[in-house]
């Protein structure tokens, strides 16, 4: 066996079961006995961030300060590597109109990702399908139908895509409407210096409690593609992909 490894797992914000998520990366996490993990809420401690070996971040409206998105960027240009998932890259405002903005008032850090959160249709069913660029990270994953946010971003930097999706149409309540017929990202690669950020959209979950205060009693639990093996299977490969094993 190696030697230690650190991980530093971000996982907090709005509107998403935290807790669910955080758990289930928890013991990917542990399937590994080097990996030691330091759990945090946001991206404030950037003592903790230089002793990580590398990120996993899974957040919603989590927004750095700009000492804090200029410490990110720095992480990733020195040759550490930073697994992003789901709302990382958004940020979002509920505007009295009862539309949703989406702005860009991080843009260091959604560089830094590759990619800014614009808006999602209503959960339905959808296709992510491999766009032929040849990895470890999608080696023998075939198209896949995926009941989750199919999230429509602003690419920000050059991007390496591997598994993308394809919608036209209105997303919802968003400002950013209409949409006419593209493909969006759904797993690719950021890099940046010497390291890389790997970004996965996927990965919705909600529980009953989780819409507060703007609504007291969620209806349905949702779960996204966590029901799905093959996404506990890009999640496995994307950890290996953040340790250096990929």
Known sequence: MEGRLNCLLVAGGKWHDIDFARLELLKLLAEDQRVRVRVLEDYSNL????QADFL??????VTPSLAEQEALRRYV???????????TNSILRFMEDDTI????????????LGSIFQAHPPIASYRVEPTGVKHPLVESIEAFDVEDEQYLVEVTAPIQVLLDTEFEGQAGRFRANPWKRLRHPVLYLRNLGEGAVCYLTLGHCRGHFDLQPLMDFYPKVERG????PVFYEL???GLRWAKGEL
Not at 47 to 50: G, I, K, N, R, V
Not at 56 to 61: A, K, L, P, R
Not at 107 to 112: A, K, L, S
């Open 47 to 50: 003592a903790a961030l230089e």
């Open 56 to 61: 996993v971040s899974y957040t919603c409206d």
């Open 77 to 87: 240009q020195g040759g550490r590597r930073w697994l992003a998932l789901h709302g």
């Open 101 to 112: 903005d989406t702005p860009n008032w991080a843009p260091v850090f959604m560089d830094t």
């Open 225 to 228: 593609a966590w029901e799905l």
């Open 235 to 237: 999640l496995r490969r």
